[in-house]
């Protein structure tokens, strides 16, 4: 009884053991406010990364004959619906849909102006993406993008332009309706991205060029074909991811077809599953052995390329943001280990100083391992009280971070997040409870190994020495 | 260890020759402590320096035992021995007839803490409890914590009376920096009594206190001794404190050289 009750006594009476909890405090304050913001971060950046991408993309490399289950042999080249049957009879697929994919340089307002803007980045690469809207639209986030409200601010050197979302998001690729006459045919209808539209200041309805390269069945460069055809702007999208925002461009898939004179009309299919967290490995293991099996694929790991989850596309930077929290987790790990010094000397002070109450103690009938419980004692409350008290102060601050942030910017007159950088309009952070309990019983650990090498020095004291008279 | 072994089995002849303090009666089992043969060196440097020579003695039941001598003599060594705070380099200490060095710490721990009660010249209380919270630290160290709050009541009711019958009923909330030393002699006494050992050991418990306030808690020592029927051992070189007591041992040099139960040297 008298260590519980001992070592809550000193721990009340010398304040000094208060600079040990303090350090605790802050350390796992700091911890479990900065990995909460790196995980709602990591979760913003999956978030918006994401962009259009669905859940899986399928691009086969090469495709031949294909003997289906039920014995029809079809030419998969040609035939992508039998191959979105097969995937879509997966008890864990959502859906299917095809996509056209092509690349193209994008000229807003005829070359000759291209050339005079003074940005490097004045010849634009884009990824046209043709889409069936119905299919689409129940696969990816392609319909949310269409409405979607726009980024809070464009970044530095653009500015707003007046492009607006498509008239109607049920038939975006619709041509626009025009009252004043019209000389010539209207181009083919595309959906350009919000970067894209900000950075060459894009208007609705505002006519342009892409160029592009046709290829002709044999694979070889069609010379004949027309790769220079005029688009007008019908809206525009936003995926939330900027590199998509500026290189997408969207088309009606027949109307890209066209375009390209491609008689097989499909690169991708893409596909959305019920639960993609929970089933991705299974899933896609499962489908691309289908998929073999039906001669649509290569052998599963084969061509990695052939068959993506949307995070493979983003597989670097989301490791990078990772990587960056496991860092920041060792960084602040080493303000615990500092606390625990703390914890460690004021203890080992502590100890030198109780020389006498020790030997008392030990005279009255106290054991060696009593003394040592004592010691670790004061030693474990200070990790629980400072840990608990931090994981409190960690958690309410990471929840509250952006008004936090808010307030200390319009205080002290500067800006300490600069919300156009991620084009996040706050700050995001995300608490997990398993993070804050590990990082508690992280602090307690520490600070009673810490605090076990004085509680040993006191166990192994003399009680004559430490009588000995004053 | 080695003292855990009977080393001493007869007494050495080259030693000089001692007035035997008692039967010597090592475990007798009438005798709350009793000491054989104990000897105590140490190492300084090089050079070991034995201060205990072998002592033989034993504290009978109920009496006031004086131990004197000249500073040096070794009394301080004898009584951590006797104590259970030192462990002797040979020999035995018998504590109801319970051979102690024998026992596990934690054994001796509890022997420390229910059959031996400690008053020390420098009162020795926690400086971070109050008096009645110092007074109950026995039985604090003896009872786990539901034990001990389940009989907290009792422990504080008893230590409680003792102050109150030792003249401290307004201080018992104090801390001992807010206490003369008299009262925290008192305090220290109400501590040593607590868990009713049958052996208190003093050491110097006026030295450290002027005449008037060491002759008042000599008093109380004395009297709680008597009406506890408690045996006492009193370290002193103070001759009044010991003519209080009914017997008296001498120590010279590391050794019990006269016992007043023989003829009192006048």
């Known amino acids: 009884m008298f260590r519980t009750f001992l070592s809550l006594r000193y721990l009340r009476a010398r304040k000094t053991n208060w600079i040990g909890m303090a350090g605790i405090f802050v350390a796992v304050a700091a911890l479990v406010l900065i990995l909460s913001i790196m995980a709602g971060f990591l979760a913003e950046h999956r978030r918006t990364l994401r962009g259009n991408l669905a859940d899986f993309v399928i691009q086969p490399r090469y495709t031949q004959s294909v003997r289906l289950p039920n014995g029809d042999l079809i030419d998969a080249d040609h035939d992508v619906g039998a191959m979105i049957d097969l995937i879509e009879s997966h008890p864990k697929v959502v859906s299917a849909a095809p996509q056209l994919q092509w690349y193209g340089l994008f000229v807003p307002d005829g070359a000759k102006s291209a050339m005079e803007r003074p940005m490097q980045d004045a010849i634009q690469l884009v990824e046209l993406i043709g889409v069936d809207v119905e299919a689409e639209t129940g696969t990816s986030d392609f319909a949310e993008s269409l409405t979607r409200e726009y980024s809070p601010k464009p970044p530095d050197g653009r500015i707003y332009s007046s492009v607006e979302r498509v008239d109607d998001a049920e038939d975006p690729f619709a041509p626009l309706e ?44 069609n010379e004949d074909a027309p790769a220079n055809s005029r688009f007008e ?11 998509m925002d500026q290189r997408r461009v969207y088309m009606d898939r027949a109307e890209l077809r066209d375009f390209l004179q491609d008689s097989r009309g499909w690169s991708a299919v893409i596909v959305k599953l019920e639960d993609y967290e929970r089933d991705k490995l299974q899933v896609r293991e499962e489908l691309w052995t ?26 670097t930077l989301l490791a990078a943001i990772e990587n960056e929290k496991s860092l920041m987790g060792i960084m602040l790990s080493l303000v615990l280990v500092v606390a625990g010094f703390t914890v460690f000397a004021l203890l080992s002070m502590m100890v030198t100083e109780k020389r006498r109450d020790i030997g008392i103690l030990t005279a009255l009938g106290a054991t060696s391992w009593g003394v040592m419980v004592l010691f670790l004692l004061i030693g474990l409350w200070e990790a629980v009280i400072g840990s608990a008290l931090g994981a409190a102060v960690g958690v309410l601050g990471a929840m509250k971070i952006d008004a936090i942030e808010r307030w200390l910017s319009s205080t002290f007159g500067f800006q300490i997040f600069n919300r156009d950088i991620y084009l996040f309009d706050h700050i995001p952070s995300e608490v997990m409870p398993i993070e804050v309990a590990k990082i508690v019983l992280g602090a307690v650990v520490s600070t009673l190994i810490f605090a076990a090498i004085p509680a040993w020095r006191a166990s192994r004291l003399d009680p004559v020495d430490a009588l000995r008279h004053e | 260890m080695s003292s855990e072994e009977p080393l001493f089995t007869t007494p050495d002849p080259s030693e000089p020759p001692r007035v035997p303090s008692t039967s010597g009666n090592a475990g007798g089992v009438s005798s709350p402590l009793t000491s054989s043969g104990i000897r105590r060196s140490f190492e300084v440097g090089e050079r070991r320096l ?24 070794g009394k301080t060594t004898l009584l951590n021995i006797l104590g259970l705070l030192d462990r002797p380099t040979e020999g035995k200490v018998h504590v109801e007839g319970v051979d102690a060095w024998s026992l596990s710490p934690a054994k001796r721990a509890e022997l420390r803490n229910r059959r031996i009660g400690f008053v020390f010249q420098f009162y020795h209380l926690l400086p971070e409890l109050t008096a009645l919270e110092n007074a109950i630290l026995p039985a604090m160290i003896l009872f786990k914590g539901s034990e001990f709050r389940r009989r907290r009541e009792e422990f504080e009711g008893k230590a409680h009376d003792m102050l109150v019958r030792f003249g401290l009923s307004t201080r018992l909330g104090h801390r001992p920096g807010q206490l003369s030393g008299g009262e925290q002699q008192r305090v220290a006494i109400a501590r040593a009594l607590l868990l009713d050992p049958p052996i208190l050991i003093a050491d110097e418990p006026t030295g450290n206190l002027d005449r008037g306030t060491g002759e008042k808690v000599l008093e109380i020592l004395l009297d709680e001794q008597k009406e506890r029927d408690v045996s006492l051992l009193l370290v002193t070189h103070d001759e009044r404190l010991a003519k209080r007591c ?21």
């Open chain 2, 246 to 266: 009914e017997r008296v041992l001498f120590m010279e040099d590391g050794l019990i050289q006269a016992d007043s139960s023989a003829p009192m040297p006048t």
């Open chain 1, 178 to 221: 025009r009252s004043g006459r019209r000389t010539s045919r209207p181009g083919r209808p595309i959906i350009v991205g919000e970067q894209l539209a900000y950075l060459w200041s894009l208007r609705k309805g505002q006519e342009v060029s892409i160029i592009t390269a046709t290829f002709d069945d044999g694979g070889s460069l």
């Open chain 1, 233 to 243: 702007i019908v809206g525009s999208f936003r995926s939330k991811d900027n590199e």
């Open chain 2, 50 to 73: 034995e201060v205990l020579h072998g002592v033989d003695m034993e504290l009978r039941p109920g009496e006031r035992l004086a131990l004197m001598g000249t500073s040096g003599a």
């Open chain 1, 290 to 315: 289908q998929l073999n099996e039906a001669g649509f694929l290569g052998a599963p790991g084969d061509n990695p390329n052939e068959f993506r989850t949307w995070e493979d596309f983003r597989a």
